[in-house]
């Protein structure tokens, strides 16, 4: 940003300057005082260059004519028939349900508990996108730091599991899924092999590389 600045106000002060010489817009480019040469130099272009600029300007365009018939298009949906938008996120999302010739309604948020038995059951999907990669490779060690910084963010988790909104007698069952999960962390990063019968058993109490 700072160079380009710095580019636009010598232009400017050299376009000063040759107004001020008399040169005016008038001026041929071989009368250009040298000074100008890095704004004023002649490109030089191809015939080829030029016609396949030409060419790949009508892909361009295309994408601008794309967005102006989109903004007619969902015009006329919108004003005929009702849509609901979903905007998913780890929060649980947002949706929206629009209505000819009405405001938009917007649904209420879901509440947290259902934000926290998503990310007790997410946590296991997420292990196995570290495990997956490395199944039965005992010579990559690659996924030892990722395992063990989830393992910490995972300890961290079951530690503070009371402490939560979740109902009590939910707590058992999302505290066995987080213990699961450690249990065959650390006998991954103990043996430092990730195998194909550990990976099948996760889900079990008693999980095991």
């Not at 600029?53 to 004003?79: C, G, H, P, R």
């Not at 609901?84 to 949706?95: E, V």
């Amino acid at each position: 940003m700072r160079t380009h600045a710095l580019l636009t106000r010598y232009a400017c002060a050299a376009m000063t300057s040759i107004m001020l010489l008399g040169l005016g817009t008038a001026a041929k480019a071989q009368d250009l005082p040298s000074f100008m040469a890095p704004i004023a130099g002649r490109p030089a272009s191809s015939p080829a260059e030029t016609a396949t600029k030409n060419v790949l300007a009508l892909n361009t365009m295309m994408f601008e004519l794309y967005d102006d018939a989109a903004s007619v298009f969902k015009a006329n949906l919108l004003s005929k028939h009702p849509v609901i938008l979903g905007l998913f996120s780890g929060a649980g999302g947002r949706f929206i349900l629009y209505r000819p010739g009405m405001a938009p309604l917007e649904a209420p948020s879901v509440p947290i508990v259902y934000q926290l038995l998503k990310s007790v059951g997410h946590s296991t999907m997420a292990l196995t996108e570290i495990v997956g990669p490395y199944l039965d490779n005992a010579a990559n060690q690659s996924w030892r730091s990722s395992m063990a910084a989830y393992r910490a963010r995972m300890k961290a988790a079951l530690d503070g599991l009371d402490a939560t909104a979740m109902p009590p007698d939910w707590r058992g069952n999302n505290r066995a899924i987080l213990e699961n999960n450690i249990a065959f962390m650390d006998d991954c990063l103990a043996k430092g092999s990730i195998t194909f019968a550990g990976g099948r058993d996760l889900p079990r109490s008693k999980a095991r590389c």
